[in-house]
């Protein structure tokens, strides 16, 4: 799919979507790691709902898509809700974060591989990545029909295999009632201080 398509598809989507989006689980289920103060990002942000509560948090928040009208929503219900987002139209594959930029970054349903290395290298010391997206294994009837847009078994902790992890939950096939997480692999993990 070129870029423009793969845009005009987003913004279609975040044109007819009802809801600024729901928060991320991997967030939700661990708010007691994210830091007192410090810069956050939201990367592929959509409407912006991780934005929004990482800035409730105290945190100076960015967050970056490619989409202007996911990035107009997001601006809309940040001045509604009096949420301090700083909200920018960015092709974060083209122009990812600039390092030691960042003591939080959390990635939700977005998966670029090549992104990785500056993902880790944008974290400040101390600083703390809460990933979440799909994987292979378990189909619950949503997420990316293109199995090269979810994870292989592991394969979220390999890829960040060099920072501390403090959370890992991915139940591939082993669970024998899926819940609404069960076809995702989770993360939060941190650079060391230095
Ligand atoms: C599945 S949505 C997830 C949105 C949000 N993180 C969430 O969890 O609700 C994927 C997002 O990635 C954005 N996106 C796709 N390619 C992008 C790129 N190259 N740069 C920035 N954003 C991109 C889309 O516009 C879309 O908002």
Known sequence: MSTDSHLSKWNRRHAEAE?????????????????????ALDL?????????????????????????????????????????????????????????SFDVILVSFFLERTLVP???????????????????????????GNSAWRLDRNELLHLFQELQIHYYREDGTVCSEPDEVSDLAMLVASRGEE
């Open 118 to 144: 500056h993902l880790i290298r944008a974290l400040r010391p101390g600083g703390r990545i809460f990933y979440q997206t799909f994987v292979k294994d378990v189909y619950l009837d949503r997420g990316p």
């Open 44 to 100: 592929a942000c959509g409407r912006g709902a991780n934005a929004l509560l990482l800035a409730k948090s105290g945190l100076e928040t960015h967050a970056w898509d490619f989409s202007d009208i996911a990035i107009e929503r997001l601006m809309a219900t940040a001045q509604e809700e009096g949420a301090n987002v700083m909200a920018q139209t960015r092709d974060v594959v083209a122009a990812p974060p600039e390092a030691d």
């Open 19 to 39: 809801t600024q989006g729901s928060v991320a689980q991997v967030l939700l289920r661990n708010l007691h790691l994210l830091p007192a103060s410090g810069k």
